[in-house]
Protein backbone atom coordinates (compact mmCIF):
# COMPACT_ATOMS: atom_id res chain seq x y z
CA UNK A 1 0.00 0.00 0.00
CA UNK A 2 1.71 3.30 -0.95
CA UNK A 3 2.03 5.76 1.92
CA UNK A 4 0.41 9.34 1.59
CA UNK A 5 2.76 11.46 1.27
CA UNK A 6 2.85 13.98 4.62
CA UNK A 7 1.89 17.30 3.64
CA UNK A 8 -1.65 15.53 2.54
CA UNK A 9 -3.18 15.98 5.78
CA UNK A 10 -1.86 19.18 6.38
CA UNK A 11 -3.97 22.58 5.92
CA UNK A 12 -3.09 23.97 2.59
CA UNK A 13 -2.07 28.02 3.15
CA UNK A 14 -4.34 30.75 1.16
CA UNK A 15 -3.60 33.99 0.33
CA UNK A 16 -5.15 36.14 3.29
CA UNK A 17 -7.08 39.04 1.91
CA UNK A 18 -6.25 41.93 4.10
CA UNK A 19 -9.46 44.58 5.30
CA UNK A 20 -9.88 46.96 2.82
CA UNK A 21 -8.91 49.96 5.78
CA UNK A 22 -5.54 48.29 6.25
CA UNK A 23 -4.97 47.81 2.67
CA UNK A 24 -5.66 51.54 1.99
CA UNK A 25 -3.11 52.56 4.96
CA UNK A 26 -0.71 50.63 2.88
CA UNK A 27 -1.88 52.18 -0.26
CA UNK A 28 -1.03 55.34 1.63
CA UNK A 29 2.33 54.61 3.52
CA UNK A 30 0.90 55.00 7.05
CA UNK A 31 1.18 51.01 7.89
CA UNK A 32 3.91 48.96 6.56
CA UNK A 33 2.92 44.78 5.41
CA UNK A 34 3.95 43.96 8.86
CA UNK A 35 1.66 46.35 10.67
CA UNK A 36 4.54 49.05 11.62
CA UNK A 37 4.04 52.30 11.40
CA UNK A 38 4.90 53.53 7.26
CA UNK A 39 6.69 56.48 6.26
CA UNK A 40 3.62 58.61 5.76
CA UNK A 41 2.42 57.45 9.03
CA UNK A 42 1.32 60.44 11.98
CA UNK A 43 -0.24 61.07 15.52
CA UNK A 44 -1.74 63.91 16.80
CA UNK A 45 0.18 65.55 20.00
CA UNK A 46 -1.07 67.63 22.43
CA UNK A 47 0.56 70.55 25.23
CA UNK A 48 -1.50 70.42 28.93
CA UNK A 49 -1.19 73.32 30.99
CA UNK A 50 -3.54 72.53 34.13
CA UNK A 51 -4.74 73.17 37.77
CA UNK A 52 -6.92 71.84 39.68
CA UNK A 53 -7.72 71.48 43.55
CA UNK A 54 -10.41 69.23 45.80
CA UNK A 55 -12.70 70.45 48.28
CA UNK A 56 -12.59 67.65 50.58
CA UNK A 57 -15.51 68.45 52.45
CA UNK A 58 -17.71 68.26 49.01
CA UNK A 59 -14.94 65.87 47.30
CA UNK A 60 -15.41 68.25 44.28
CA UNK A 61 -12.50 68.68 41.89
CA UNK A 62 -12.72 72.30 39.97
CA UNK A 63 -10.52 72.89 36.91
CA UNK A 64 -8.84 75.28 34.18
CA UNK A 65 -6.70 74.41 31.85
CA UNK A 66 -5.47 75.13 28.21
CA UNK A 67 -4.61 72.08 25.74
CA UNK A 68 -2.37 73.51 22.84
CA UNK A 69 -3.79 70.95 20.15
CA UNK A 70 -0.47 70.26 17.56
CA UNK A 71 -2.70 68.57 13.73
CA UNK A 72 0.11 66.51 13.08
CA UNK A 73 -2.31 64.83 10.50
CA UNK A 74 -2.09 65.58 6.60
CA UNK A 75 -5.84 67.15 6.36
CA UNK A 76 -7.09 69.77 8.38
CA UNK A 77 -9.12 69.42 11.29
CA UNK A 78 -12.38 71.42 11.58
CA UNK A 79 -13.69 69.10 14.51
CA UNK A 80 -11.57 67.85 17.89
CA UNK A 81 -13.19 64.98 19.95
CA UNK A 82 -12.39 65.69 24.08
CA UNK A 83 -13.00 62.53 26.57
CA UNK A 84 -15.07 63.27 29.55
CA UNK A 85 -14.62 60.22 31.35
CA UNK A 86 -16.29 61.35 34.76
CA UNK A 87 -19.24 61.54 32.72
CA UNK A 88 -19.66 58.06 33.58
CA UNK A 89 -21.00 59.10 36.38
CA UNK A 90 -24.12 61.14 34.86
CA UNK A 91 -27.78 59.52 35.01
CA UNK A 92 -28.26 58.82 31.36
CA UNK A 93 -24.63 57.51 30.37
CA UNK A 94 -24.68 54.13 28.78
CA UNK A 95 -23.25 51.67 31.07
CA UNK A 96 -22.25 48.02 31.22
CA UNK A 97 -21.80 47.87 35.26
CA UNK A 98 -23.39 49.85 38.16
CA UNK A 99 -21.83 53.35 39.12
CA UNK A 100 -22.66 55.84 41.90
CA UNK A 101 -24.49 59.05 40.20
CA UNK A 102 -22.68 61.99 40.73
CA UNK A 103 -23.33 64.35 37.72
CA UNK A 104 -20.28 63.69 35.61
CA UNK A 105 -18.60 66.95 34.53
CA UNK A 106 -19.97 70.12 34.81
CA UNK A 107 -18.09 72.49 32.13
CA UNK A 108 -18.27 76.57 32.92
CA UNK A 109 -16.16 77.40 29.93
CA UNK A 110 -15.09 75.82 26.69
CA UNK A 111 -12.77 78.16 24.13
CA UNK A 112 -11.13 77.30 21.24
CA UNK A 113 -8.40 79.57 19.48
CA UNK A 114 -9.59 82.55 22.03
CA UNK A 115 -13.37 82.13 20.86
CA UNK A 116 -15.90 80.77 23.98
CA UNK A 117 -18.30 78.05 22.26
CA UNK A 118 -21.57 77.14 23.41
CA UNK A 119 -23.29 73.99 24.23
CA UNK A 120 -24.83 72.88 20.67
CA UNK A 121 -28.57 71.23 20.31
CA UNK A 122 -28.12 69.93 16.81
CA UNK A 123 -24.73 68.59 14.58
CA UNK A 124 -24.48 71.79 12.39
CA UNK A 125 -20.96 72.71 11.26
CA UNK A 126 -20.71 76.12 13.26
CA UNK A 127 -18.72 76.42 15.93
CA UNK A 128 -19.24 75.21 19.73
CA UNK A 129 -19.45 71.85 21.20
CA UNK A 130 -22.00 68.57 21.80
CA UNK A 131 -21.58 66.32 24.62
CA UNK A 132 -22.20 62.77 23.96
CA UNK A 133 -21.74 60.25 26.73
CA UNK A 134 -18.47 60.29 27.58
CA UNK A 135 -17.31 62.23 24.17
CA UNK A 136 -17.23 66.07 23.62
CA UNK A 137 -17.03 67.26 20.17
CA UNK A 138 -16.37 70.83 19.62
CA UNK A 139 -16.87 72.18 16.04
CA UNK A 140 -14.04 74.72 15.95
CA UNK A 141 -14.19 78.45 14.29
CA UNK A 142 -11.59 77.62 11.75
CA UNK A 143 -10.09 74.72 10.58
CA UNK A 144 -6.38 73.71 12.47
CA UNK A 145 -4.52 73.88 9.21
CA UNK A 146 -1.55 70.76 8.67
CA UNK A 147 1.04 71.82 10.60
CA UNK A 148 -0.51 73.97 13.09
CA UNK A 149 -1.90 74.14 16.13
CA UNK A 150 -5.10 75.51 18.18
CA UNK A 151 -5.29 76.64 22.10
CA UNK A 152 -8.42 74.97 23.73
CA UNK A 153 -9.70 76.67 26.72
CA UNK A 154 -11.61 74.74 29.65
CA UNK A 155 -13.09 75.27 33.28
CA UNK A 156 -14.64 72.54 34.97
CA UNK A 157 -16.17 70.71 37.80
CA UNK A 158 -16.80 67.20 38.83
CA UNK A 159 -18.12 65.46 42.54
CA UNK A 160 -15.37 62.52 42.93
CA UNK A 161 -17.41 59.16 43.27
CA UNK A 162 -17.34 57.54 46.33
CA UNK A 163 -15.74 54.26 47.12
CA UNK A 164 -15.91 51.03 44.94
CA UNK A 165 -16.60 53.45 41.62
CA UNK A 166 -14.21 51.97 38.69
CA UNK A 167 -10.13 52.74 39.52
CA UNK A 168 -11.41 55.93 41.70
CA UNK A 169 -13.72 57.06 44.61
CA UNK A 170 -13.69 58.76 48.20
CA UNK A 171 -13.26 56.80 51.34
CA UNK A 172 -12.78 58.54 55.17
CA UNK A 173 -9.62 61.06 54.54
CA UNK A 174 -8.80 59.16 51.03
CA UNK A 175 -9.17 60.48 48.08
CA UNK A 176 -8.59 58.70 45.16
CA UNK A 177 -8.75 60.29 41.56
CA UNK A 178 -8.73 59.38 37.80
CA UNK A 179 -9.58 60.70 34.25
CA UNK A 180 -9.82 64.14 35.87
CA UNK A 181 -8.28 66.11 32.97
Known sequence: EAEEPADSYRPRPYPVQPPPAFQQALEQGTRSETGRPGPNYWSQWARYDLQAEIDPATATLTGQ????????????????????????FREDALKN??????????LNRVAAAGADLTLKTDRSPTPGYIVNGTVMRLMLPSAVASGDSVELAFEWSMTLPPDGAPRQGVMDQVIYVAYWY
Do not use: M
Open 65 to 88: GTITYFNRSPRPLRQLAVHLRHNL
Open 97 to 106: TRVPITGGVT
